[in-house]
């Protein structure tokens, strides 16, 4: 750390002038990564990285697989198909690119995993216990047949606890080789970056097909639950245009959404209300055009990380909650875009 | 076609008492929506849950008895083996048991059949069977599958078929020794259930300075362009989305 030019001047009743250490003057240290050059063992941290990004859930995924790497000198291992970002911010130690030939094959994913884990043999593997996580996690516990605990609500490297018998029980054990995490139970890394070197992927194993064909199925953006949408675009008061807005909402491929006024004067359905009496939103991005951001509003807010607003006035609390805050008219900023989007970008 | 609907020993999750478990009723309404004649089938001791499935569009359960520390897996796959149908349906988790979710897929694993998991419709396919199936985020895929085949069924497919009380009482419960093969017991202790608070935003890990900057400081605090011209305002926001990985626009 470096501290200002003087040092703080002290009351020293000796009568000595006091001298700054040295190392406290000296100049802040270039970022570093930090490197687990010779691991004792590795932890496998699994993850779709569905658009080549890592979602909240799979960031506590790693998280929580540094839970068990960091009190015996372990190393994690984020195994993914392809990203796009830095794994190494994220707590990955290493990172294991594994991509089938076919990008919606999940029993030539499983056999890929099953594959490097019996190359490295990690202690453990852990999953985001979601559709896609959950799924691939219990293909390679019945393939493998290994221990498997589901959906762990708390984990140490000592413990796994998972909730069972509709809930009203839990169960306490040894974390087993394979965990799926559930969603909101472990705070992802924070603090400097690891290294995220490569490792070598594994030799593909022989793939038992049953699966015939997959493919995702178009599914429109409006037709989305709100609650589940990766996208939503919202408008509130500062909004006349709703056409407009819808149109722009099915360019961009989102979800729409709309404030209380919105609601309330009939111009959106309920279903649409972001917020503490409407819908709390778990999307990946938020752009809020012509809304105040009201205290009512920002709690359907709370678990999205990026953020976007549109609005006249600069002090607005939205503005200050955005990651990208445009201080401009949405009337006219809604039509530019769309004409944008018409046009190819 | 020949559906085969696994039932298991329901609980509450309030009061405790036996009751069906909900999606298991939403995989008989799948099932029947095929038009295919549909049976339950149940491991281990004849349960209160079991009857009451009865009445949500099956006629027939076959319960194969089992003991306490015996193997579902290994009984329902031996049964399943002996008279293959084209089709096991199962919920994508239980309620009331261990519920981890494993068991479809060991079933698939022990029978060597192909399974599709989180079911939302189903339907007659060419080649087979098409599933589709529920992915995060709202996202669906479509699956086809070769019979015989297992499937799980998610908590968004279409709602169960309304509970009928003649039809409970008539359906049929056939009572058979299962195959009892003894199941490695795990090292777990039980205990009641204690909520935890979920992890909200960054508490734990990182040095004491970071966890108080992640405390404190308002999210966001990203970049604010005042009174951009419309046409750079749009280009902006259209980058950022693109950066998130948006781009679905793009390629449209
Ligand atoms: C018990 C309770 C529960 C509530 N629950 C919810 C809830 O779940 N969800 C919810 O949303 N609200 C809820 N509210 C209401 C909430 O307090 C606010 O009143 C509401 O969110 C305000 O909506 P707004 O921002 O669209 O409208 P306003 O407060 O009218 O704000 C409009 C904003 O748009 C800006 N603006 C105006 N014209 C333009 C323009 N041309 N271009 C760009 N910007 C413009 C203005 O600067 C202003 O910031 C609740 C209130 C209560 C009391």
């Known amino acids: ?345 | 076609m020949r559906a085969v609907v696994l039932l298991s020993a329901g609980r509450h999750p309030l009061s405790a008492r036996p009751a069906p478990v909900p999606v298991e009723m939403q995989a008989i309404a799948l099932a029947r929506g095929l038009g295919a004649d549909v049976a339950g089938l149940h491991a281990g001791a004849p349960d209160l849950a079991v009857r009451e499935a009865l009445g949500q569009g099956m006629d027939r359960v076959t319960v194969l008895r089992i003991g306490e520390a015996d193997d579902a897996v290994a009984a329902l796959a031996a049964a399943l083996a002996a008279d293959p149908p084209d089709l096991v349906l199962a919920g994508n988790r239980g309620r009331g048991g261990e519920d981890s979710g494993l068991l479809p897929y060991l079933l698939a694993e022990a029978l060597g059949w192909p399974i599709a998991a989180n079911a939302v419709a189903l339907a007659a396919a060419a080649e087979g069977l098409a599933v589709i199936q529920a992915r995060a985020r709202g996202a669906r895929w479509r699956l086809v599958v070769a019979p015989p085949a297992v499937v799980t069924v998610h908590p968004a497919a279409p709602p169960a078929l309304p509970f009928a009380y003649a039809r409970a009482r008539r359906g049929r419960i056939e009572e058979q020794e299962g195959r009892s093969a003894p199941l490695v017991p795990r090292v777990a202790e039980e205990r009641p259930y204690r909520p935890r608070p979920r992890v909200i935003g960054v508490a734990g890990g990182g040095s004491a300075a970071e966890r108080l900057r992640a405390a404190t400081e308002v999210a966001g605090g990203g970049r604010v362009l005042v009174d951009p011209p419309p046409e750079e305002a749009a280009r902006e926001l259209l980058a950022w989305l693109r950066a998130l990985g948006f781009s679905r626009s793009a390629d449209e």
Do not use: W
């Not at chain 1, 540094?66 to 000198?73: E, I, N, Q, S």
């Not at chain 1, 290493?94 to 099953?114: Q, V």
């Not at chain 1, 409006?222 to 722009?248: I, M, Q, S, T």
């Open chain 1, 1 to 345: 750390m470096r501290v200002g030019q003087r040092p703080r001047m002290r009351l020293d009743r000796r009568g000595v002038e006091a001298v700054p250490p040295a190392a406290m003057v000296a100049a802040e240290p270039a970022p570093r990564r930090r490197v687990v050059a010779e691991p004792a063992y590795l932890i496998f941290a699994v993850a779709e990285a569905e658009g080549g990004r890592l979602s909240r859930h799979e960031r506590q995924v790693l998280g929580a697989a540094r839970r068990l790497a960091d009190p015996g000198g372990g190393a994690v291992v984020l195994v993914a198909p392809s990203l796009a970002e830095d794994a190494g911010a994220a707590g990955a130690d290493r990172l294991l690119s594994l991509a089938a030939a076919e990008r919606y094959d999940l029993e030539a994913a499983t056999a890929l995993l099953a594959a490097a884990a019996a190359r490295y043999s990690p202690r453990h593997v852990l999953f985001a216990e979601n559709e896609g996580g959950g799924d691939l996690a219990r293909r390679l516990a019945a393939r493998l047949g290994a221990p498997f605990a589901a959906g762990v609500e708390a984990l140490s490297a000592r413990e796994a606890v998972c909730p069972c018998r509709a809930r009203r029980a839990e169960l306490r054990l040894a974390p087993p080789f394979l965990l799926s995490l559930a969603p909101d139970r472990a705070a992802p890394h924070v603090g400097p970056a690891h290294e995220a070197s490569p490792l070598d992927p594994p030799a593909a194993g022989a793939v038992r097909r049953g699966i015939l064909t997959a493919a995702p199925l178009p599914v429109t953006a409006a037709e989305v639950p709100l609650a589940e949408a990766g996208l939503v675009v919202a408008a509130g008061n500062g909004v006349k245009d709703f056409a407009g807005f819808l149109r722009l909402c099915s360019a961009l491929g989102a979800t729409p959404g709309a404030s209380r006024v919105v609601c309330d004067a009939g111009a959106m359905p309920r279903a649409a209300q972001v917020g503490a009496s409407g819908t709390v939103l778990d999307a990946l991005a938020y752009v809020a055009f012509g809304i105040a951001g009201a205290p009512q509003h920002l709690q359907g807010l709370g678990r999205v990380e990026h953020v976007a607003a549109v609005n006249t006035d600069i002090h607005a609390a939205m503005i200050a909650r955005a990651e990208l805050a445009i201080v401009q008219d949405a009337r006219r900023v809604m039509p530019a875009l769309l004409a944008l989007l018409e046009a190819g970008g």
